[in-house]
């Protein structure tokens, strides 16, 4: 998680290095290991080290193999293997042991701009060109790792970490008021390209960007494929291809010996630990491998400790339970240990930030189960529908009476389920209200009402198979800040987050599969898990927690204030009259949205905007 920051002036025009070492400097909490900065021809880059694999012990930034391309990057890159062969066959004397950011830097000299089709894992990088006088700059496919970019003047500034951006002195700090008001209607940016600065742009994942005496030109190298299929003869060879690609997934992103996992008792982020347990053992030599689980002791019926210890106890590595009963809502949101880049709604973030802070402190690496939901997880309806479609009446009938066997239901669907969608049948929990306390003069600026029908009234990512899935990994692409929430840019720990289950092979496979059998309550990964996870947790049906918040919220009402004594930055966007934070009366999951403006306030006040 290693810290990388730009200045590029096409026009040869002098670099500030003061600006430089300042935003270079500011990430030291990202990268403690080496700080360095290169300053040639109108373009400064900086770096700031964090060695977090085995190849990067040698690893030096900003890096040039000939004194005319330069790249700084914070990358993990994946199928190293086949990289590097790739990049033999071009001529390229890439070595295996090669830190990451060189076979970045191969690849370009290799491929050019093109070399983002022959990068996988998570990295975002600039690259500035001196023979064309070019900067190129990448976010890779599911945007793991944040990539932020200002126009300044006449050069282009870039970073990944916002609040450096910030830092040079031709960056405003004028606020976007549209991803404001975004954040306090829907609880997120809904344009995947901005931020809440007005002058700070979020490059989106599966996108690269050139700028150039031309300008800027910013374009999609990436989009998740819809039309895929996998077709295996027998059942088996679906899951040995299943488990091939998840332990390489895994692998790619250990690369160390001492590993941590955020992990529940379900069976994504278990298969996660269980998984990295013996590819550790398999490599020889001593490691360290931890889990953290957060537990609800009295607050909520919890599970999830009962599950996890199951696990750690049959795998054999260590486990930390860890209470979240008694944080209080917006505990030491009035400190610097809570500070963010953008407004966020988390009122119990203090718990997180307590254990990375643990965490780190064993580990540099951190893993978890993050999206088995999204692509194990779907209702075979669509697929049945699909195939009554297209006449394949004896595979359906075949498949439906598995499933009802699956489901031990003699009738799983109803008819009007798979015979034909039911128009206006209910998608979920009642929608919340357009809230009375959005500031008149805000919501008729941005003309927040039309806003906000559109927004509820927007199609979801169809797919004819898929639904379920598309529409998680749309969600994931238009909030393109998700996993900025894992970054240490939020963290503010020398720790990085890798999600195996977000591997782009392994997604793709998955999404391929045939729907019924293998995505019915993740049937494949409870086949292919079979003799590695404890049997009760194999069979532990779907079992999410129950509304903790409404609880913690009931519990904390008397210590929030009825109302908020708004600053002038906060009555730019609520009419604080019309808020009521603490009233009994009203419903938890209206309660819960309106405490958003709570978390700008304090926001404002952390960025010291209006104050």
């Known amino acids: 998680m290693s810290g990388i920051c730009g200045i590029a002036h096409v026009d040869g025009a002098s670099v500030d290095a003061g600006a430089l070492e300042r935003m270079t400097q500011s990430m030291t909490f990202r990268g403690p290991d080496a700080q360095e900065t290169w300053v040639g021809g109108g373009v400064g880059l900086?770096?700031?080290?964090?060695?977090?694999?085995?190849?990067?012990?040698?690893?030096?930034?900003?890096?040039?193999?000939?004194?005319?391309?330069?790249?700084?990057?914070?990358?993990?890159i994946d199928a190293r293997g086949e990289l590097i062969a790739a990049l033999r066959g071009e001529g390229r004397d890439a070595n295996s042991d090669a830190p990451d950011v060189e076979l970045i830097l191969h690849a370009y000299h290799a491929w050019g701009e093109a070399c983002v089709h022959h990068l996988l894992g998570d990295f975002a990088f600039g690259i500035w060109d001196a023979r064309s006088r070019r900067l190129f700059c990448a976010r890779d496919h599911f945007g793991i790792k944040p990539f932020f970019?200002?126009?300044?003047?006449?050069?282009?500034?870039f970073s990944n970490t916002l609040d450096c951006v910030r830092l040079h002195?031709?960056?405003?700090?004028?606020?976007?008021?549209?991803?404001?008001?975004?954040?306090?209607?829907?609880?997120?940016?809904?344009?995947?390209?901005?931020?809440?600065?007005?002058?700070?742009?979020?490059?989106?994942?599966?996108?690269?960007?050139?700028?150039?005496?031309?300008?800027?030109n910013v374009r999609a190298y990436w989009t998740l494929p819809r039309d895929i299929q996998v077709t295996y003869r027998a059942a088996g060879d679906y899951v040995e291809r299943f488990r091939e690609l998840l332990d390489t997934a895994v692998s790619d992103r250990l690369r160390t010996n001492r590993v941590g996992?955020?992990?529940?008792?379900?069976?994504?982020?278990?298969?996660?630990?269980?998984?990295?347990?013996?590819?550790?053992?398999?490599?020889?030599?001593?490691?360290?491998?931890?889990?953290?689980?957060?537990?609800?002791?009295?607050?909520?019926?919890?599970?999830?400790?009962?599950?996890?210890?199951?696990?750690?106890q049959s795998?054999?590595?260590?486990?930390?339970?860890?209470?979240?009963?008694?944080?209080?809502?917006?505990?030491?949101?009035?400190?610097?240990?809570?500070?963010?880049?953008?407004?966020?709604?988390?009122?119990?973030?203090?718990?997180?930030?307590?254990?990375?802070?643990?965490?780190?402190?064993?580990?540099?690496?951190?893993?978890?189960?993050?999206?088995?939901?999204?692509?194990?997880?779907?209702?075979?309806?669509?697929?049945?529908?699909?195939?009554?479609?297209?006449?394949?009446?004896?595979?359906?009938?075949?498949?439906?009476?598995?499933?009802?066997?699956?489901q031990r239901r003699i009738v799983p669907l109803a008819w009007r389920d798979w015979v034909r969608r039911r128009p206006g049948a209910p998608g979920g929990p009642q929608e919340l209200p357009y809230p009375s306390w959005i500031s008149p003069a805000l919501e008729s600026r941005w003309k927040l009402?039309?806003?906000?029908?559109?927004?509820?009234?927007?199609?979801?990512?169809?797919?004819?198979?898929?639904?379920?899935?598309?529409?998680?990994?749309?969600?994931?692409?238009?909030?393109?800040?998700?996993?900025d929430w894992y970054d240490a840019g939020i963290t503010l720990q020398p720790m990085e987050y890798r999600h195996p289950l977000m591997d782009v092979r392994l997604v793709e496979y998955c999404l391929a599969l045939p729907p019924y059998p293998w995505c019915v309550k993740k049937h494949i990964l409870r086949t292919a898990m079979a003799g590695r996870l404890p049997e009760a947790v194999l069979k532990r049906p779907k079992t999410p927690l129950g509304p903790w918040w409404a609880v913690m919220l009931q519990r904390d009402r008397a210590r929030l204030p009825g109302s908020i004594a708004a600053s002038p930055a906060l009555r730019r966007f609520v009419d604080a009259g019309r808020?009521?934070?603490?009233?009994?009366?009203?419903?938890?999951?209206?309660?819960?949205?309106?405490?958003?403006?709570?978390?700008?306030?304090?926001?404002?006040?952390?960025?010291?905007?209006?104050?």
């Open 261 to 312: 996992i955020e992990m529940t008792g379900g069976m994504d982020s278990t298969s996660v630990a269980v998984t990295a347990q013996a590819l550790l053992r398999r490599q020889g030599g001593p490691f360290q491998l931890s889990a953290y689980t957060g537990i609800f002791e009295h607050l909520i019926p919890d599970e999830e400790g009962r599950y996890a210890s199951m696990v750690a």
């Open 46 to 76: 900086g770096h700031t080290l964090l060695r977090t694999t085995f190849e990067s012990g040698g690893e030096r930034q900003p890096l040039s193999f000939d004194g005319q391309v330069w790249i700084t990057a914070d990358a993990r």
């Open 579 to 611: 808020l009521q934070l603490n009233s009994a009366d009203a419903d938890p999951h209206v309660a819960w949205r309106d405490l958003r403006v709570m978390s700008l306030h304090y926001w404002l006040q952390s960025a010291g905007i209006g104050q």
């Open 149 to 157: 970019h200002a126009r300044a003047g006449g050069c282009l500034v």
């Open 169 to 216: 002195p031709s960056v405003a700090a004028d606020l976007n008021e549209l991803a404001i008001a975004d954040f306090l209607l829907f609880g997120e940016n809904l344009e995947p390209d901005t931020t809440v600065f007005a002058d700070i742009m979020r490059l989106a994942p599966g996108h690269c960007m050139t700028w150039s005496a031309e300008g800027l």
């Open 449 to 483: 009402r039309e806003r906000w029908d559109n927004h509820r009234a927007r199609a979801r990512m169809d797919h004819p198979l898929r639904p379920n899935a598309f529409a998680i990994y749309d969600y994931l692409v238009r909030a393109s800040n998700h996993f």
């Open 315 to 406: 795998a054999g590595f260590a486990l930390r339970l860890l209470p979240s009963d008694d944080f209080q809502l917006f505990d030491r949101f009035d400190t610097p240990y809570v500070r963010q880049s953008e407004p966020f709604h988390d009122p119990v973030h203090v718990q997180r930030r307590d254990i990375c802070r643990d965490a780190a402190a064993e580990s540099r690496v951190f893993l978890t189960g993050w999206e088995g939901d999204a692509m194990l997880n779907e209702t075979p309806k669509p697929y049945f529908r699909d195939l009554m479609r297209r006449g394949a009446w004896g595979r359906a009938a075949r498949d439906m009476l598995g499933y009802a066997a699956m």
